[in-house]
């Protein structure tokens, strides 16, 4: 199973709007309370299309999926990330290793304000990395894009869930040019797992607190 896991949302969200709105300070699982306050990792959430580049070493084969693996990627976004890896590329830097890269297809046509990140084109960047059954750390994840030659999602920062909160309630500039984030995704600095195996990892967006939008 390649698909990517679900991110929560650090608070519930409420029944009585049809769930359109957030429970502030009620946590969507008991992890992020008992950790809300201890140092997490934030990086800019984009918005934009999930992408899956998928490395098989056995069988020498690099392919290209969405979300899911009936997704649909747009051709124009395809033929960017064919012009980004080949599979002499893969082979060079993992050889005979399996891996998994997750990142976000975004620019022009891709959601509703995917020109503000690129006007005149798409193109992905990476969020994650998956080799076997291991997800690479942020260090790694940033050597894997320097050796193919593509940018990691920005690190924004780091703080507590709280902080996070204030910062995305009040809005934030993208790095990606002069207007307000689509959120943050937040992962304590020492990842760690819940005792079903799930990452504990959590994100927050502008627009549930009104701010930014298109």
Request: with cysteine.
């Amino acid at each position: 199973m390649t698909e990517y896991h679900k991110i929560q949302t650090v608070f519930l969200r409420d029944p009585a709007t049809n769930y359109r709105t957030l429970l502030a300070g009620q946590y969507a699982r008991p992890e992020f309370g008992y950790l809300a306050g201890n140092r997490w990792q934030f990086t800019e959430k984009v918005d934009g299309t999930n992408i899956r580049v998928l490395w098989d070493a056995a069988a020498e084969t690099l392919s290209f999926r969405g979300k899911t693996d009936r997704a649909q990627i747009p051709p124009f976004l395809l033929d960017r990330l064919h012009d980004m890896f080949s599979l002499a590329l893969f082979s060079a830097v993992f050889s005979d290793t399996d891996v998994a890269l997750y990142g976000e297809g975004y620019g022009a046509r891709i959601q509703k304000g995917g020109g503000r990140y690129k006007p005149d084109g798409v193109d992905f960047v990476l969020f994650d990395v998956r080799v076997g059954d291991w997800w690479l750390k942020r260090e790694d994840v940033e050597d894997v894009a320097q050796k193919l030659g593509i940018q990691p999602v920005p690190v924004l920062g780091y703080g507590t869930l709280p902080e996070m909160v204030e910062m995305v309630s009040a809005g934030f500039g993208s790095r990606w040019g002069d207007f307000c984030a689509e959120g943050i995704v937040a992962r304590p600095v020492c990842e760690l797992a819940d005792r079903d195996g799930q990452r504990i990892i959590t994100k927050l967006k502008c627009r549930d607190f009104g701010v930014g939008g298109v």
